[in-house]
């Protein structure tokens, strides 16, 4: 049964950032081993990780060349 407004995902049920060392709120999930690959520490073993902000603005100055060249390989000529 779908409720409008009732957010079911693990960020708004009040995950914590899943980095080593960390303890605060989380605001995006991401696949572990992309996370793994940009060099954080992460003591998750699930297939999502949890990272808080400044852990998310970190991940994505280490993946900024990587996810260029992904993006361009889906645009159009």
């Given at each position: ?13 009040g ?23 940009a060099g ?8 999502k ?8 603005k ?16 889906y645009d159009?000529?």
């Open positions: 049964m779908y409720l409008p407004g009732m957010n079911m995902g693990i960020i708004s049920k995950a914590k950032c899943n980095v080593s060392g960390c303890n605060n709120d989380g605001i995006r999930s991401l696949n572990t081993s992309k996370v793994e690959d954080l520490r992460v003591s998750s073993s699930g297939k990780t949890v990272l808080c902000k400044a852990h998310y970190e991940w994505k100055k280490e993946t900024k060349d990587d996810r260029s060249l992904e993006r361009a390989r159009k000529f």
